[in-house]
């Protein structure tokens, strides 16, 4: 099967040694794959990566191809256009802007992007809590409606591949897992979804395959039910409660 | 003292104001970014007027597009120029720049026109309204009126269309705009185009009623930046207000004391309200406002 993602050679830098070094990586369609690992161990360095964008001066190079069709060279903007569309880590709704603004003015660009693309109601009717709060301020929501309305916005813009980076980080547990059940669910439906979390136990309950990055490089990798054992996993991440 | 008339005048420099400082309330909301230059823009827009209907003959009307043509693409190459530097929000260099070039359009306006003041002849100066006591020109009306239509344009853009929410998006975080798909370069563009179309049209409709000058600059930036942050960064509806109050103090504060000290005045009663509301009037607000 072609790979939804693909990616060679992948080096990300900050001006010095590469902080991201992936010689390959290959998302199947229709996966939903996880990204674990310490904190800077260069997850969302990775996922900014791809899209050649970054908050700092981080600098790019390598292969990424979407679909069987190459990005690299193409600013982020138009990444996001072919539909390799990034959650990023934090502050990923625009606060002054109303919660249906926000999905309104984020939109599918290009009839091929407005056939994948979530309609405003088909966001509402996948987080009704989004819904009761659409006349509210984004600024004014709670961590986990925050995400709710971050992922809904990527969904309005017709994602073939989405990068959702750490979308569980400071929700109760509980949220946690519903918001994950929600993704699983958008895999299920054809989307291959890159998720990065740092919730190693709750990711390994939803995803299809799961890389383990260490220091900027992937040091495993493998179909969930494999790594599930492997004893890098259950060492560092899975501790004493070993399932 | 005719105190009709001075209100009225205080109106009319009300809308003077605030119609000159429309572009950089959205170049200040949306992209963050002061322009030093502007006043020379608007100094630009007025000299164009005049050449174009004294080298050319055309009527006034056919003047006004040609100048606010010129300052949409003065704004352009002059965003082009330093889109690097606006992308990285680098405040302090872009602030020399956007000065040095309203030293250099400047320059080049005292060379090409002249240093001689000249009077832009629009018929509509000559069209007076005698109402009691108060004494006005069709010109006044015009500045009045094309005010409060570009006010409510812009302010209907912003709130309610797709173009004036990515500009909003842009003014709140560009980064995350562009993981929109929105190409922000573009929108910074657009923004800059306006900022100098719009100072253009304001110099087309209020230069006329007084002589202009290639070095008229630096006034007009001093009361624009005055008016724009009186209003609040960025609020549409602060600008507008914010023109107005200043331009009925103006015409007060002349008529009791003195023109000359107009200017000092202002920063007298604006640097408390700076400290005590540095948001400006209308602080906690918003583009769309």
Known sequence: MRAALEVEKLSVSYGGDPAVSVPHLALPAGTLAGVVGANGAGKSTLVNGLLGWSRGPARASGVVKLDGETLNGLPTYQRVQRGLVLVPEGLAVFGTMLVEENLRSTRPHGPEAERRAFSVDHVFALFPRLAERRANRAASLSGGERQMLAIGRALRLGPKVLLLDEPSIGLAPRLVLTLLLTIRKLADAGLSVLLVEQNVRAAMEVVDHLYLLERGRIIADGPIGAMRDDPRIVEAYLGSTKA | MNVWQQLVNGVIMGHAYALTAIGWTLLLGAARLVNFGHGQMYMLGAFMAWW?????????????????????????????????????????????????????????????????????????????????????????????????????????????????????????????????????????????????????????????????????????????????????????????????????????????????????AAFLIIIPIMVLRPGGLASAGGLSR
């Not at chain 2, 352009?76 to 602030?95: D, F, H, I, K």
Request: charged letters at 5%; aromatic letters at 8%.
């Open chain 2, 52 to 264: 174009v209907m004294h080298a050319t003959g055309l009527p006034y009307v056919a003047a006004i597009p040609a100048a606010v043509l010129t300052g949409a693409l003065l704004g352009a190459v002059m965003q082009r120029a330093m889109m690097r530097l606006t992308v990285q929000q680098n405040l302090v260099s872009l602030m020399i720049v956007t000065l040095g070039f309203g030293q250099i359009v400047e320059g080049t306006a005292g060379l090409a026109f002249g240093v001689r003041p000249q009077m832009i002849a629009s018929p509509l100066n000559a069209w007076t309204l005698q109402w009691g006591p108060v004494l006005l020109t069709a010109q006044d009306i015009a500045v009045v009126v094309v005010t409060i239509i570009m006010f409510l344009v812009l302010r209907a853009v912003m709130a309610h269309g797709l173009i004036g929410s990515w500009v909003r998006m842009v003014a709140e975080d560009p980064r995350l705009t562009q993981l929109a798909g929105v190409n922000i370069s573009k929108i910074y563009l657009g923004i800059f185009a306006f900022e100098g179309a719009a100072v253009a049209l304001a110099a087309t409709l209020v230069a006329p009623r007084t002589p202009i000058i290639t070095s008229m600059g630096f006034d007009e930036v001093i009361m624009t930046f005055v008016v724009v942050v009186l209003g609040g960064v960025g609020s549409v509806s602060g600008s507008y207000f914010a023109g107005l109050a200043m331009g009925l103090f103006s015409a007060f504060f002349g008529a009791l004391v003195g023109p000359t000290y107009v200017t000092a």
